[in-house]
C-alpha cells in the first residue's frame, strides 16, 4: 500500500496521460468488435449512414486528457491563461450534454450527431458542441506541437517553441484580436529548464523524462487524427474564430 501511494505522488500529467490514453485503446478496441457487428447489420438493412459506425471517440476519457492538459498549462503560466479557459469551458459543455445521458454519450460522436441533426445540416453546426470539440482539439493539437518540440530538444528556447507550436495549429484560426493577445502573453513564457524541471517531477532525469514524452505523443496523435477525420466528415473543421 505504501508504494502505492508513493507511484501516486511521484505521477506526473504526463504518466497520467499515458495511463488514460493507453486505457482508451482499450476501450476502443471493445468499440471496434462492436462497431464490425453493428456494421454488418447496418448493411443487410440497406441504411447509408455507415459513416456513424466507424467512429468512436470515449468521451470521458478524452475529456480526463484535456483536464491533464489544463494542469499542463497551469505550469507553463499566466501566458497560457486565454486557452486554459477556453479549454475548460469547452470540456465543461461536453460535459454537461454527456452526464445528461452518459450512455447515449458514451461516444464523442453521438453529441456531434445530436447537435448536426438538430441543426438539420451537416455542414453548418453553430452549435456549442461542435465548436467546443473542434478548438478543444485545436488546443490539443497545440499542446502537442510544443511537447514534441520539448521531445526534440529539452533545452529548447520555450518562447521560440511556444510561438513555433502556436504558428503551425492555433494562429491559422484565429482571427487578429486572438493574435494579438496570443503575442502579448508569449512575453511571459517561462524558461524551459524551469518549466522541464516542473513537468518531469523528482527522481527522473531527461532522458526517461523525453521517453515519457514522446510515448504520451505517439499515443495521442492518431487520436487526434480520428477526430480530425471526424470533424471534417461532418464539414466542421474550417471554422475560424470571429
Not at 44 to 72: C, E, G, R, W
Not at 153 to 164: F, H, P, W
Amino acid at each position: 500500500m505504501k508504494r502505492r501511494r508513493d507511484m501516486e505522488v511521484e505521477s506526473t500529467e504526463i504518466t497520467l496521460g499515458i495511463e488514460e490514453l493507453s486505457m482508451m485503446k482499450l476501450i476502443k478496441v471493445k468499440l471496434i468488435k462492436h462497431d464490425q457487428q453493428q456494421t454488418a447489420l447496418n448493411l443487410v438493412a440497406n441504411h447509408d449512414d455507415d459513416k456513424d459506425y466507424n467512429y468512436h471517440i470515449p468521451t470521458m476519457p478524452f475529456l480526463s486528457i484535456s483536464n491533464l492538459v489544463l494542469q499542463v498549462l497551469d505550469k507553463i503560466g499566466p501566458t497560457m491563461a486565454v486557452l486554459r479557459q477556453d479549454i475548460f469551458q469547452n470540456i465543461q459543455k461536453l460535459e454537461q450534454v454527456h452526464d445528461s445521458d452518459p450512455a447515449l454519450y458514451s461516444n464523442m460522436v453521438e453529441i456531434l450527431k445530436k447537435e448536426i441533426i438538430s441543426e438539420g445540416k451537416g455542414t453548418k453546426c453553430p452549435k456549442t458542441c461542435c465548436k467546443a470539440l473542434l478548438w478543444l482539439t485545436r488546443s490539443l493539437d497545440f499542446t502537442l506541437a510544443l511537447l514534441q518540440l520539448l521531445a526534440d530538444d529539452l533545452e529548447r528556447n520555450m518562447e521560440q517553441a511556444v510561438q513555433e507550436s502556436y504558428t503551425n495549429t492555433l494562429k491559422p484560426w484565429h482571427g487578429w484580436i486572438s493574435s494579438a493577445a496570443f503575442k502579448i502573453a508569449l512575453k511571459l513564457v517561462p524558461d524551459s529548464k524551469g518549466l522541464i524541471t516542473i513537468l518531469k517531477g523528482k527522481d527522473k532525469n531527461n532522458d526517461d523524462f523525453k521517453k515519457e514524452l514522446r510515448t504520451f505523443i505517439s499515443l495521442l496523435a492518431p487520436l487526434l487524427k480520428e477526430i480530425h477525420d471526424v470533424l471534417g466528415a461532418y464539414g466542421l473543421d474550417r471554422l475560424k474564430s470571429t
